[in-house]
T-cell receptor
Framework: GAGVSQSPSNKVTEKGKDVELRCDPI?????LYWYRQSLGQGLEFLIY????????KSGLPSDRFSAERTGGSVSTLTIQRTQQEDSAVYLC???????????FGQGTRLTVV | DQQVKQNSPSLSVQEGRISILNCDYT??????FLWYKKYPAEGPTFLIS?????DKNEDGRFTVFLNKSAKHLSLHIVPSQPGDSAVYFC????????????FGTGTRLKVLA
């Protein structure tokens, strides 16, 4: 596609449920990044992928968070047993290679009630 | 430990004047820097970048200056337009080793008509 696409754009879930967020990067981009932005905060790094491997998972807040990328393309971020503090906008970005400009999707707004 | 800092949370500028947004970083391994603009309910939009081998990069109304010895970069917008009103984030990454982009907390620019 022309840009990075994320789905769903909005998700409301009950505390304790699992959620899956999807990111379709720009075609041909080898690097993919996940960030989140909580209300009034900056962009917090979660994880990045080079191809299908994740060299840096240091930003994942807890073991309830996991991410995978298949075929060097689509990525999913899974949050298990969601908590209210997980409420945030989750942003995905991709770049042609490492260390070049990254382009963001429109984000998924997650609300845990 | 905030490696990228934007010390001004907000800035107001008259239309037609220059807007100067500042950013400081602490990690000497950072050698690629980017500026993003973000409107509410949208993902960040890439504006302009600069490599550490340069001290200036221009693109239309936007110019980024890098002072490596001071670990400081700035974004100049000339002339400022009301449509420039948004939150501006600077980001930095090394181009070897781990490639995650570290973002500042953002500066909200308001351009007054």
């Amino acid at each position: 596609g022309a840009g990075v696409s994320q789905s769903p754009s909005n998700k409301v879930t009950e505390k304790g449920k699992d959620v899956e967020l999807r990111c379709d990067p720009i075609s041909g981009h080898t690097a993919l990044y996940w960030y989140r932005q909580s209300l009034g905060q900056g962009l917090e790094f979660l994880i990045y992928f080079q191809g299908n491997s994740a060299p840096d998972k240091s930003g994942l807040p807890s073991d309830r968070f996991s991410a995978e990328r298949t075929g060097g393309s689509v990525s999913t971020l899974t949050i298990q047993r969601t908590q209210q503090e997980d409420s945030a906008v989750y942003l995905c970005a991709s770049s042609r290679t490492m260390g070049t400009e990254a382009f963001f999707g429109q984000g998924t707004r997650l609300t845990v009630v | 430990d905030q490696q990228v800092k934007q010390n001004s949370p907000s800035l107001s500028v008259q239309e037609g004047r220059i807007s100067i947004l500042n950013c400081d970083y602490t990690n000497s391994m950072f050698d690629y820097f980017l500026w993003y603009k973000k409107y509410p309910a949208e993902g960040p939009t890439f504006l302009i970048s600069i490599s550490s081998i340069k001290d200036k990069n221009e693109d239309g109304r936007f110019t980024v200056f890098l002072n490596k010895s001071a670990k400081h970069l700035s974004l100049h917008i000339v002339p400022s337009q009301p449509g420039d009103s948004a939150v501006y984030f600077c980001a930095a990454t090394p181009t070897s080793g781990t490639y995650k982009y570290i973002f500042g907390t953002g500066t909200r620019l308001k351009v007054l008509a």
